[in-house]
């Protein structure tokens, strides 16, 4: 028998968490000599009051999302990808080596294929840590945290010597061409009639972003790959007896978890930057823990979670700006949420459970 | 290269070593009892803040470091509720604390100094000034030995000395006392453990407090001994090279101090030469930024000598199943 109905488990303790960790950053907020409600008011005017707001919301919210499918389908492997800043870095790569050195005839042409090099690039640099955890058994966690340095490292070198135009002191690579400009929302939106901010960095790879979602809900509840994953996260003994290969399984976990972290560059260097930069990621591979976390690993909930936290850091924008609260709010925000919907969960869910045995006791 | 250089060198390998070998012995004793910490550049990084404010508002280096120790235990005993008493995810709980020390000290250091996120810079009594071994000033004309000794035995914090002796004190603690027996016992097998009547509880949080207590020098010696003052994300990652070298050193003591001193070594090299020649082939100052990890993945994956980590690290420990 369930301790709890499923609604509890799905819906009101990651509300709890939510809550929990609002009430303690309302508490820093008051800390630090600044009026929370006045704070939350401007981070919603800021964030969605304006379609220039959502625009920049909904830009976060796209690379979270891939993150955070990224994060989600190693958990559902039971696998902790720490690496998706690595690998979200090494897509960067991709997406710049595919837009630099092929002339595309169209955007939508370009779109396609640096999607697939940049999952490529990001699968790629998963492999290395999933492979030793599925045939050495080296712990996914160190090797992928290790990754991430390497990656900075090598992203570091490769701008700096390789793909710096010459002349140019910024380690960046020089600016993609016109003919790979992806149309942002305000293009897209323009012919229906919809009138979107011009400035705002949102563009068509939000839709990459949420077809992402359906393919991982597709490919973990409607596949039998999906089926295997599932079994290996939840009991690797059992999945061996049953004929599942763990070493296969860990292997293809890994790489889509990692060709998903990797597409978050169509997004923020194709879509936004329209250059690879040296910091181009942005810690946005750490944010897809607190996505996943906050969303239960399951897509719409890391949908919701990406676009929650895409309002988070367009509002911390905004109060940087208008208030003398720093942006690092934010990064305080994050921390509590992945402490208390992951470190701390039991913390909820353990009084939580005992109101629900003792309600269901007193209706018997 | 001259003799000189070499003396330099090397002492710059001590200095950049102490954070790092306080920090690995730190994380020998959580993980020894079983208790994951990935939350080091965190709980460093919290303990860097406090000292240096607390040591540029009072003037008091030592004040500071209480300080940094007090923040630095704060964040362990969170560590060790989440992971030890509701039984959370021990890396979730390594994440977090990192995120919350990286946000938290700029937002405090904001709001105390108005300094764009840092402290003031510590001047005078603020910071550990050199300590000098005895006779280093007569001894420093003897040819070969004297520079030796007066260069780069002596003139360090006195935070150096005291990590450099904690490594011999770990081992001792660890190996040769009833309470380490005890310690690495639970990161072996808690089972064992609770049956002879000792509380597992109780030693896991013993060993995430000492984690904490190495955590907060390390942290201190960053921002008032190497450094003068606070900066945004000073630990650098530190933090995360201390666990690779927990890892090289396979969780014992010695082991770590050559580790760490290898990391420091590489770490110094990096600072005082851009670009290495090497009979011909130029090495990338990038290479040796990334070398630690490099090397520490090489060892994870077993293919020279393998690093088996304690059995029961990472799992919670339930009395009754």
């Known amino acids: ?364 | 290269m001259d003799f000189l250089t070499i003396i330099q060198l090397l002492d710059s390998t001590v200095r950049l070593a102490t954070p790092l070998l306080l920090a690995c012995l730190a994380g020998l004793f959580s993980e020894r009892a079983g208790i994951f910490d990935i939350g080091l550049e965190g709980k460093m990084l919290m303990a860097a803040f406090f000292s240096a404010a607390v040591a540029a508002v009072t003037g008091n280096v030592w004040l500071g470091l209480l300080a940094g120790i007090g923040s630095s235990l704060l964040l362990a005993g969170l560590h060790g509720v989440a992971s030890i008493t509701f039984r959370g995810n021990q890396l979730i709980s390594g994440v977090a604390i990192n995120f919350l020390a990286a946000g938290m000290t700029v937002l405090i250091a904001q709001d105390w100094f108005q300094q764009g996120g840092r402290t003031p810079s510590l001047i005078g009594g603020g910071r550990f000034t050199p300590f000098d071994l005895p006779f280093a000033e007569s001894l420093s004309g003897v040819p070969g030995l004297g520079p030796v000794y007066a260069e780069l035995l002596s003139g360090h914090s006195i935070l150096v000395y005291i990590a450099f002796l904690a490594v011999p004190a770990t081992w001792w603690v660890l190996f040769r006392t009833r309470f380490g027996l005890r310690l690495r016992a639970v990161g072996e097998n808690p089972a064992a453990v609770d049956t002879a009547g000792v509380s597992v509880v109780g030693l896991r949080y013993a060993a995430v407090l000492i984690c904490g207590l190495l955590c907060g020098i390390a942290g201190a010696y960053l921002a008032t001994a190497l450094q003068a003052g606070f900066v945004k994300d000073m630990t650098a990652g530190r933090g995360f090279i201390a666990l690779a070298a927990l890892i090289f050193a396979k969780w014992r003591p010695w082991h770590a101090m050559g580790a760490c001193l290898l990391f420091g070594l590489l770490q110094a090299v990096a600072l005082r030469f851009q670009n290495i020649e090497l009979g011909g082939i130029t090495i990338p100052v990038q290479a040796m930024d990334a070398l630690p990890y490099v090397l520490t993945v090489v060892i994870l994956a077993g293919f020279v000598g393998k690093a088996i980590p304690p059995r029961a690290g990472g799992e919670p420990y339930v009395k009754e199943r």
């Open chain 1, 1 to 364: 028998m369930e301790k709890m109905p499923k609604w509890a488990d799905v819906v009101l303790i990651p509300l709890i968490s939510l809550i929990l960790a609002a009430l303690l950053s309302a508490l820093v907020i008051l800390g630090i000599g600044e009026d929370p409600v006045a704070a939350v008011k401007l981070m919603v005017d800021g964030a969605l009051g304006s379609t220039y707001g959502w625009g920049y919301t909904l830009y976060y919210a796209t690379n979270f999302m891939f993150t955070g499918l990224a994060v989600a389908v190693a958990a559902h492997a039971g696998l902790f990808n720490i690496g998706g800043e690595g690998q979200a870095m090494l897509g960067g790569l991709g997406v710049a080596v595919i837009c630099l050195f092929i002339p595309w005839p169209h955007w939508s042409l370009a779109l396609i294929f640096a999607a697939l090099g940049a999952g490529l690039f990001g699968a790629a640099w998963a492999a290395i840590p999933a492979y030793l955890q599925a045939k050495r058994g080296s712990h996914i966690v160190i090797t992928t945290i290790m990754f991430n340095f390497i990656a900075a490292a090598v992203l570091n070198y490769v701008l700096v010597n390789l793909l710096r135009p010459e002349g140019s002191m910024d380690p960046a690579t020089a600016r993609f061409p016109e003919t790979v400009h992806l149309p942002s929302l305000h293009e897209l939106l323009a012919p229906v009639g919809i009138a979107f901010s011009k400035s705002a960095p949102a563009n068509v790879s939000l839709l990459v972003a949420i077809g992402a979602c359906l393919f991982v809900w597709l490919l973990i509840w409607r596949t039998p790959l999906g089926y295997e994953i599932r079994s290996l996260g939840k009991s690797e003994p059992a999945a061996r007896y049953a004929g599942i290969s763990s070493v296969r399984t860990i292997m293809i976990a890994m790489l889509i978890s990692g060709a998903l972290a990797g597409m978050m560059a169509v997004n923020n260097v194709m879509g936004e930057a329209e250059r690879l930069v040296l910091n181009a990621t942005e810690g946005a591979g750490f944010i897809g823990i607190a996505v996943a976390l906050m969303g239960r690993n399951h897509p719409f909930g890391v949908f919701l979670a990406a676009i929650l936290f895409g309002f988070l850091y367009q509002g911390g924008a905004e109060l940087a700006l208008w208030t003398s609260i720093p942006r690092e709010l934010i990064v305080v925000i994050q921390a509590l949420v992945i402490l208390f919907t992951g470190a701390l969960d039991n913390m909820v869910r353990m009084p939580l459970e005992r109101v629900f045995l003792a309600m269901r006791k007193g209706q018997n």
